[in-house]
């Protein structure tokens, strides 16, 4: 579908030194360049880029020699955080194929929809969703599917101990049924030492189908180039750098690589040479920790939530960190609490970025070497920005509006949603983030608050990130989120839901901190305890769940007790 009011379909020549025209082209330079060193490791498993090179170019020739696949066809892939992903995804790469990233914890309806509207043809998935899978592809596209297990790239001994611990011990392989898929380390062997035939895409030509997450309505994918992935990977590249060559030696990423934030984080990793720890289940905050020990980490990425558990943790906080030169904050807020505990236990101080899926999805990170708390830092290099107010127009440096932006990792749109991709850009090319934020004049940006979340009580308006960060900065309070809630006499008033470490902690105590710092009409009128939020698979708390008290599915919860709990 082509997109008039596209602003990013080619990358500016200043940020491509190197010529690349698209992703293939830059992971073969990746691993021509640094061939014997280790890009992925993932359950003790470690992928030099030598054999990430070898085993994504098997999976490029299989699906051209014995497929129908051809290029720009759609394939889903619905893994964990197993060194299988980066093959699986530069593979597909390779053979020209669009790749559709699809969340592991979705129920069968969720991927149903998913599959239905990109079209996809093929379908790349762990075991132990296969049964999900069996449910519904009749209704899809799909006629190709490949299956993989845990330990199906470990050498003979350890894949079979692994798998078979997954299978009969953690019973996490539900029976299914599934004719004609095949197994993804048959097809790798049937290629191994074979290459792939080049096939010829530019970069305006479609890489990726990122879809949101469904939150505000229906999921739409964002159509993503090779040259929006390629220039927000250097984008991101020239903010990082300052910290030293050696920044990218030993990534921690607890993220899954199908949620962008984490997907173009590893590019960024690779184009550096570096070596990524793909943390599969990230929620298992003790399994986590115990897996740090092995490792002097260099970099960390994570978001709030995240931050939060960590710290809680005893275990954790016993590491060594003095390799630890840069952590990355995004996905949602960060709050001063988390922020300033993390720099407590780590020694590090956190550089907040921001993004969104349509931008690839970096729109502004806080330089390492100039961190300024409480912001979202410095757009990245060739980004444009603008501060809208409800009418469109052009506000001032120190106004609070509606954040549009503009620059080359900008989406195509949205994938067969023509009406919605003009309803989110601009008259003049910008694309509308629906974030409410201020810039400063020295062009830090900080972001109030989601324009839809936002509360007005008695025609003032409240910012729920306002709230929380007050709330959280209470030694008793783990995490909080703010919602507004109808009210006939102010139209809405604010309710807030608290997860708290101190069993002694009471409203009226949480009240009074609110009344302390807090102008009157913002102070919590409902407050309630849980023992925890409903959030994404991600971290991102899901206000729409607490407003409405629908039921969660699979995919949108995350166990966050352990936050709770782990407090000495």
């Known amino acids: 579908m082509d997109n008039p009011i596209s602003t990013g379909q080619s990358i500016p020549a200043e940020l491509n030194s190197d010529g690349y025209r698209n992703i293939p082209e830059f992971l073969a330079s990746c691993c021509r360049r640094y061939s014997d060193k280790p890009a992925f490791t993932s359950f003790g498993r470690t992928l030099s880029y030598r054999e990430l090179d070898h085993l994504s170019a098997a999976f490029a020739c299989y699906l051209q020699r014995e497929t129908d696949l051809q290029p720009g066809d759609r394939i889903a892939i619905q893994l964990p955080n197993l060194i299988q992903y980066p093959v699986v995804v530069f593979g597909a790469l390779r053979a020209g194929l669009v790749i559709v990233n699809t969340n592991p914890l979705y129920t069968p309806a969720e991927m149903e929809h998913q599959f239905r509207d990109s079209g996809a043809k093929a379908l790349v998935i762990h075991k132990s969703m296969a049964h999900k899978a069996q449910q519904i592809l009749a209704e899809t596209d799909i006629d190709q599917v490949f299956l993989t297990q845990v330990g199906d790239l470990h050498g003979f001994v350890k894949r079979h101990l692994i798998n078979a611990a997954v299978k009969y011990v953690k019973k996490m392989e539900p029976r299914f049924d599934l004719p ?56 991101a590249l020239r903010v990082i750098q300052p910290v030293g060559d050696d920044w990218a030696d030993t990534v921690i990423a607890p993220l899954p690589l199908y949620h962008i934030y984490a997907f173009t984080v590893a590019q960024v990793v690779l184009a550096s040479g570096g070596h990524s720890i793909l943390i599969p289940d990230p929620r298992d905050i003790n399994g986590f920790v115990k897996a740090l020990r092995n490792w002097r980490t260099t970099a960390f990425m994570g978001l709030n939530t995240l931050f939060i558990a960590l710290c809680n943790n005893a275990a954790f906080r016993s590491l060594d960190f003095s390799a630890l030169k840069i952590t990355l904050s995004g996905g949602m807020a960060l709050t001063n609490a988390a922020s ?4 407590e236990v780590t020694g590090c101080t956190i550089c907040e970025a921001y993004g969104l899926t349509e931008t690839s999805p970096a729109v502004a990170i806080n330089p390492p070497r100039a961190i300024r708390g409480g912001t979202i830092g410095l757009p990245v290099p060739f980004t444009e920005i603008s501060i809208r107010g409800t009418a469109g127009e052009l506000l001032s440096d120190g106004e609070a509006g509606e954040l549009c932006i503009k620059g080359p990792q900008v989406m195509a749109g949205y994938w067969q949603r023509e009406d919605a991709t003009r309803e989110i850009f601009t008259d003049d090319g910008y694309l509308k983030t629906g974030d409410i934020a201020v810039r400063d004049t020295d062009g830090y940006l900080r972001i109030v608050d989601r324009s839809k979340d936002m509360i007005i009580v008695s025609g003032f308006n409240v910012y729920p990130n306002e709230i929380e960060d007050v709330v959280t900065s ?8 703010a919602i507004g809630i109808p009210d006939p006499t102010c139209g809405e008033v604010v309710k807030l839901v608290v997860v708290k470490s101190d ?29 925890e939020l409903p959030k994404t698979n991600v971290g991102k708390v899901l206000r729409r769940a607490l407003k409405t008290g629908c039921p969660l599915t699979d995919s949108q919860v995350i166990d966050r007790k352990e936050a709770a709990n782990a407090v000495d």
């Open 503 to 531: 069993d002694l902690l009471d409203v009226e105590t949480i009240r009074n901190w609110c009344r302390e710092r807090l102008t009157r009409y913002k102070v919590p009128k409902v407050i309630e305890f849980a023992d």
């Open 340 to 343: 300033k505990r993390w720099q």
């Open 474 to 481: 209470h030694p008793g309070v783990v995490e909080c989120a």
């Open 180 to 235: 004609g898929a095949i197994s993804l380390r048959s097809a790798l062997l049937k290629h191994i030492n074979t290459i792939p035939t080049p096939v010829e895409r530019l970069p305006s030509d479609l890489a990726a189908l990122q879809y949101t997450g469904g939150t505000t309505g229906v999921s739409k994918g964002a159509m993503l180039t090779h040259a929006n992935l390629l220039a927000n990977m250097q984008q």
